[in-house]
């Protein structure tokens, strides 16, 4: 693998977790998961947003700081998360006021980290990642509708845009079925073994 540090993006649902694992065990990399169980808020921000927006999000960027922080990235790392997730999370659940305040503390705790070498995006259909979510059973994810997959997505897809450090790679898998992700992973293992430019890239399986 040409990376030392890689993040897998996508909606949820999409398979980040499931990618990381088998990617991490191909590459020998140590794996980076992200611990939404401990976000003791999570199950009641999917049933009342406004309410519980800001205090689930200044804890996923706290965690995700102090995971990032504390990881030894002497290893090769694959982490099923980027820690600008917490932007764009920050856009689309919090109102304007609150929002000012986590981007400047999203801002301030970014300076801080080592930041990726190459970002991966799993791009997909919010109908296909609702699909997934509803088979893994998580019961306070039953609240998450697609309009927030696509709101969610189209401001993944602006942040990247303005990434210009680092390789970002998008992979459309929106008509992959779950019997061909041989080949998402033989694509993704060849792409990691390659240097590309910095910004946005697109592949399509």
Known sequence: MF??????EGLIGVGKTTT????SKEFGA???FEKFEENTALPNFYKDKEKYAMEVELFFLEQRFKQIQENDFSQKTIADYCFDKCLVFGKINLPPKLQETHTKLFIKKKRQLIMPDIVIYLLTNAERAIKNISTRGRKYEKHIEPTYLNILQKEYLLHFKTVNKLPVI???????DLSEWGRLYSKLKETLCLKHPAGISYIVL
């Open 170 to 176: 998008i992979i459309d898998i929106s008509t992959l």
């Open 30 to 32: 140590q794996s980076l």
């Open 3 to 8: 990376y030392n540090y890689v993040c897998i």
């Open 20 to 23: 990381v694992n088998y990617l």
